[in-house]
């Protein structure tokens, strides 16, 4: 279970507070990628922070408004479809980051990042591993970034139901590509993620990430 060990190691070498940062989206086929950064205050910290991953929706739903209201500040940023396929994931993925910690109301001295790959923030910034299993304030952002664009899959769903977007979070799941074979590409599909990439070429054969389903035979149109 994550703690508060990183954040009080780091409060020791800073002159201010230090945010959790973590983001959720960088695989899905479709939708933003979303960042959270959050700062939390020793001895006033919701219980049952973890990893958002191993939480359950209802979990994380009734953690997102404990963690609003606990929290010294929240920021969250995003990177759209379209910067997603002009600079690429990972760099889309450090510029929703870098928003985050600017979208703070109280500035971050320093940020706990997690994984392995530093993005450039306006702070110092230390990554870990595991991180939003292992420090409470990146299992807090993690809950705040996929309960948010969770929500943000939902309203697009509405815009375009064909796709189950409210289910699949824009995940390639066979139901994702059975939408895809029968109504084509959106315009919140990545187009620069080869799946998207391969249909909009005309390759007649696509496979699910998730579940090995085959579709065949299929003449992909733009749906947009």
Excluded at 27 to 56: E, T
Excluded at 64 to 83: D, F, L
Excluded at 92 to 120: C, F, Q, S
């Amino acid at each position: 279970m994550p703690h508060y060990i990183y954040e009080a190691r780091l409060l020791k070498a800073v002159s201010g507070p230090v945010c959790g940062v973590d983001e959720a989206g960088r695989g899905p086929l479709a939708g933003p990628v979303v960042a959270a950064a959050v700062i939390l205050q020793h001895g006033r910290i919701p219980k049952g922070l973890n990893d958002s991953k191993k939480l359950s929706e209802e979990a994380r739903e009734e953690l997102y408004p404990r963690i609003q209201k606990m929290a010294i500040a929240i920021g969250v940023g995003q990177a759209s479809v379209e910067e997603i396929d002009l600079v690429n994931i990972r760099q889309a993925t450090h510029l929703a980051m870098a928003r985050a910690v600017r979208a703070l109301a109280v500035t971050a001295a320093a940020a706990l990042v997690d994984g392995n790959d530093a993005p450039a923030l306006p702070c110092r910034c230390e990554t870990l591993v595991g991180g939003d299993g292992r420090s409470l304030s990146i299992a807090a952002a993690s809950i705040i970034a996929k309960v948010t664009r969770d929500r943000l899959m939902a309203v697009l769903h509405e815009e375009y139901p064909r796709y189950n977007w409210r289910q699949n979070k824009g995940y390639g799941t066979a139901e994702h590509y059975s939408g895809l074979k029968a109504h084509g590409v959106t315009v919140h599909h990545r187009r620069s993620f080869a799946p998207i990439s391969e249909l909009l070429r005309g390759h007649h054969i696509l496979y699910g990430s998730e579940s090995g389903t085959q579709i065949s035979n299929t003449l992909i149109h733009q749906d947009s």
